[in-house]
């Protein structure tokens, strides 16, 4: 099993039971080097000090907050060692929410918590406990010299914790609106067949990054001294009306057989053309 980023003890009433935390997904990258253009060797990056204008060694880098223009308070690691949150080995529960109720733009990081040697019984009445009633756990963690504000699901086989964004790190919603108002039944209704249409099972496996494959591909091309074969450009047409793009969209989704069987069926609907269409058309 991997190593785990934490562990201690899972609390809520008078409920404790010892869990680990494991890091549940990272990002991956392809990392380049910088390079000097005329023979390719490592270059590094020169800490300049602009007022006495010469590069100055890392040893003389200190830590400074600007709480005015200009104006700084510097800052040693001792001072933030101080304020810090000591890791603690208790993860208590504050509240359980309806999940329903938690907007997944709130989760940051994700672990898996497993239960740890002893707490598997209890571990478990909490994971089907939520999943039967809809619920999540919001716990508060200290790790990694920061205290966290978690929340605690269900996931399919066992438990799952997310880090959380503070209120203040999330973006008003405010900023963004939907105006739902000129919106006809029947594109809801076309826009509802086209939906199930591409409707399928969630099954992340088929879906890769293209971009990291593409570059994997280009520097091997350049390392056998081949030609780099550039990728083609998507190129998207206008929509003019949505009704005909939608009709159209659906008409593809289906074979032959079933479209004319469907157009037969919802004669109405698919023989109906917007006002503004029939004006493009003749003009």
């Known amino acids: 099993m991997a190593t ?7 609390t809520f009433g008078l409920v404790s039971f010892p869990v680990r935390l494991f890091t549940a997904a990272r990002s991956e990258t392809i990392g380049f080097n910088q390079l000097h253009k005329g023979d390719n060797s490592r270059v590094k990056q020169v800490l300049y ?6 590069p100055i060694p890392r040893t003389e ?3 400074g907050y600007e709480y005015e223009k200009g104006k700084y308070v510097v800052i040693d690691d001792e001072d933030i060692r101080k304020v810090a949150p000591k890791t603690a080995r208790v993860m208590e529960i504050q509240e359980f929410v309806k999940a329903a109720d938690v907007d997944p733009v709130y989760m940051e990081s994700s672990y898996y918590m497993a239960p740890d040697e002893g707490g598997e019984k209890p571990y ?7 999943k039967a009633m809809g619920y999540f756990g919001v716990a508060k963690i200290a790790m990694h010299n920061r205290e966290h504000v978690v929340i605690l699901r269900p996931g399919d086989k066992g438990m799952v914790l997310h880090t959380m ?8 919603t405010d900023e963004f609106r939907t105006d739902s108002s000129n919106l006809k039944e029947k594109e809801l209704a076309l826009a509802k067949m086209l939906v199930e249409s591409l409707a399928g099972e969630f099954e ?15 520097i091997q091309a350049k390392i056998d001294g081949q030609a780099v074969v550039e990728t083609p450009e998507t190129r998207i047409a206008p929509v ?3 009704m005909e793009a939608l009709k159209r969209s659906l008409e593809m989704r289906k074979p032959p057989a079933v479209a004319h069987a469907a157009a037969g069926e919802n004669e109405e609907v698919a023989s109906e053309k917007p006002k503004r269409a029939r004006k493009a058309r003749s003009a």
């Open 240 to 242: 003019i009306d949505i």
């Open 61 to 63: 880098i200190v830590k």
């Open 4 to 10: 785990s980023t934490w562990k201690g003890h899972l």
């Open 49 to 54: 000090c602009q007022t006495e204008d010469k």
């Open 165 to 172: 964004y503070y209120a203040d790190e999330v973006r008003k």
């Open 124 to 130: 478990a009445l909490l994971f089907e406990t939520l």
């Open 204 to 218: 992340p496996q088929k879906y890769s990054d293209t971009y990291r494959t593409n570059l994997r591909t280009m």
